[in-house]
């Protein structure tokens, strides 16, 4: 499955942004997704993931209650809802598709080239 991160941009702290994952060539409906970020001069690290119907996620403590994953099977698109953002939520953020929802990205084998989110303070 291709991938293709979009939604990223500069934002205030405490604004909103959503991200969205489209996914082509592949059913997406028979892959678990999720997404990760990496900030400069860090590793990369899991957000959230969501399982093939949707209707279990998991999130990273640091974004618990403020950021918010979903899909749409039907538009073969994820999305990740980021409400209060606050500076250290700037990274680039990546989509990614596994077989199974997961915290490690050695679950995922497609990735998304991702998209940069800037949080000003």
């Known amino acids: 499955v291709q991938l293709q991160a979009s939604g990223g941009g500069l934002k205030q702290a405490g604004g909103s942004l959503r991200l969205s994952c489209v996914a082509s060539e592949g059913i997406f409906s028979s892959y678990a997704m999720a997404w990760f970020r990496q900030a400069a001069g860090k590793e990369r690290e899991f957000v959230a993931s969501?399982?093939?119907?949707?209707?279990?996620?998991a999130y990273a403590a640091s974004v618990e209650g403020r950021f918010t994953i979903s899909r749409d099977n039907v538009k073969n698109t994820a999305y990740l809802q980021m409400n209060n953002l606050d500076p250290t939520d700037t990274a680039k953020y990546y989509c990614?598709?596994?077989?199974?929802?997961?915290?490690?990205?050695?679950?995922?084998?497609?990735w998304g080239r991702g998209t940069v989110v800037t949080v000003s303070s």
């Open positions: 990614a598709a596994g077989s199974t929802p997961g915290r490690s990205d050695r679950w995922y084998t497609s």
């Open positions: 969501t399982n093939r119907a949707g209707d279990a996620m």
